[in-house]
């Protein structure tokens, strides 16, 4: 069902921006829903944006206006641009594809949903 790798995590401090990077391969990517997760030490899994085929988006209401997704469809990558980071919002990363749908839904911001999911990238934010 694919590979999912993610890249870009990094040390930073508090207020500061980070764009992470998802690249796929061998699944169709440009005709199902991804997402970002993070996950915090001792915290379950939580979404933080999705995407839809053909470039819809959903942010969690927590980071709204704070962060936007994106996909390049024709580079099998998907986006995460952080901005104006918070310590609490220190995490490992993850980049995760839903092979069901097309169009994410209000079911995709389980982590369950997902079928595919990458390794992660550790985010420190530092106040």
């Known amino acids: 069902q694919g590979q999912l790798v993610e890249s870009g995590g990094a040390s930073v401090e508090a207020g500061q921006s980070l764009k992470l990077t998802c690249t796929a391969s061998?699944?169709?990517?440009?005709?199902?829903?991804m997402a970002w997760f993070r996950q915090a030490p001792g915290k379950e899994r939580e979404g933080v944006a999705l995407?839809?085929?053909?470039?819809?988006?959903t942010y969690a209401e927590s980071m709204k206006f704070r962060v936007i997704i994106s996909r390049e469809d024709a580079k099998n990558t998907l986006y995460l641009q952080m901005n104006n980071l918070r310590p609490e919002e220190a995490a490992t990363y993850y980049c995760?594809?839903?092979?069901?749908?097309?169009?994410?839904?209000?079911?995709?911001?389980?982590?369950?949903?997902?079928?595919?999911w990458g390794q992660g990238t550790q985010v420190t934010v530092s106040s």
């Open positions: 995760a594809a839903d092979f069901h749908r097309r169009y994410c839904n209000r079911n995709s911001w389980r982590a369950s949903e997902y079928d595919t």
């Open positions: 995407s839809s085929k053909a470039g819809g988006t």
């Open positions: 061998g699944l169709h990517f440009s005709e199902v829903c």
